[in-house]
């Protein structure tokens, strides 16, 4: 073989080997990559599974706040009535049953 021909041999050795050492080094960064993806994942999965019972809590609190809200009106609505005829005393029970049957409507 002629000296030509090795030193081009040698050559493209050197460069497959280079290749080979950069596509390793590509190969091990992804994967550091994809176990910290993976882990990200894994929380926020966790969080969104927390974070799911939320949802009905908030919607009880807004019954709850409705009905309060409804039954400070029917107080307020009480205490301005004009005083034309005797009221019938309004007990707590009344105005709590009247708020919640407003706010199901």
């Known amino acids: 073989m002629r000296a030509e021909a090795i030193v081009t041999l040698i050559g493209v050795?050197?460069?497959?080997?280079?290749?080979?050492?950069?596509?390793?080094?590509?190969?091990?960064?992804?994967?550091?990559t994809q176990f910290a993806l993976g882990t990200v994942v894994?929380?926020?999965?966790?969080?969104?599974?927390?974070?799911?019972?939320?949802?009905?809590?908030?919607?009880?609190?807004?019954?709850?706040?409705?009905?309060?809200?409804?039954?400070?009106?029917?107080?307020?609505?009480?205490?301005?009535?004009p005083e034309e005829e005797p009221q019938q005393q309004v007990t707590s029970t009344q105005l709590t049953r009247r708020s919640r049957a407003r706010a199901s409507q």
């Open 13 to 32: 050795f050197l460069i497959v080997v280079a290749l080979v050492l950069y596509l390793s080094i590509i190969a091990a960064s992804l994967s550091k």
């Open 42 to 81: 894994i929380g926020v999965r966790a969080i969104a599974s927390q974070t799911q019972p939320l949802e009905d809590v908030v919607g009880s609190i807004a019954r709850d706040v409705s009905a309060i809200d409804e039954a400070l009106k029917d107080l307020v609505d009480a205490a301005t009535a």
